[in-house]
């Protein structure tokens, strides 16, 4: 394993840089902030990576105290990766570049990649107070953790377990949402987002 590049710089902005500032490297977080993933799942779900770079910036993050890497018991008996706790401590990064890149989103071009799963941090941001939400796309289902403190904030598919609220929205509005057009609450009110269930957090949509 080549040795860590660093900036060389007494600073903690570039100290953090010299650990997540590669590419691919946050979006890896990204991906594992949905909980254990295997390699292919990893690389299914990051298109444009090569295999080389992902093995490369695994390896980088496990030695750098980010991931750690398990085999899953039989019948499975396959690795994965999972993000530590001081991995976990990134979700507000991504968050915050997440809304500082609301102005570059635009239109989604004919060459951009999606997965249902990626409007998850938009989509955290927007919902307030703790419990599970399903969201339903016609790209695919996946599920929120809101208010998660420890382990996973989202996964993919139907909420394990009855969830406190169903959304069901498309992905222009889940766009808009992203791109900081419409809030959560607006698109509830406009019918833009249905919204189903007995949790708090359902009241609290379709009381707002």
């Known amino acids: 394993m080549s040795p860590r590049r660093s900036y060389d710089q007494y600073c903690s902005a570039a100290r953090a840089l010299d650990l997540v500032g590669d590419r691919w490297t946050l979006l890896i977080v990204r991906e594992l902030l949905a909980g254990p993933r295997r390699y292919t799942d990893l690389h299914a ?45 990134l979700l507000p990064v991504l968050q915050a570049l997440s809304l500082w890149g609301q102005e570059e989103l635009g239109d989604r071009r004919p060459t951009d990649a999606l997965r249902a799963h990626w409007f998850a941090l938009p989509l955290l941001r927007a919902l307030e107070g703790e419990g599970l939400v399903e969201v339903r796309l016609e790209e695919g289902d996946f599920h929120l953790y809101v208010g998660a403190e420890d ?49 708090t957090l359902a009241k609290g949509l379709r009381e707002a």
């Open 45 to 89: 779900d990051l298109p444009g990576v090569s295999t080389d770079v992902l093995a490369s910036r695994l390896k980088d993050m496990e030695r750098d105290g980010l991931t750690s890497r398990r085999r899953l018991p039989p019948p499975g008996a396959a690795y994965v990766y999972e993000l530590t706790a001081r991995g976990r401590e």
């Open 151 to 199: 382990g996973p904030v989202y996964g993919d598919g139907p909420a394990p377990g009855d969830p406190d609220a169903r959304l069901v929205l498309d992905a222009e509005t889940c766009a808009a949402l992203a791109r900081g057009e419409v809030t959560l609450t607006d698109a509830v009110r406009d019918g833009r987002v249905t919204v189903t269930g007995d949790g």
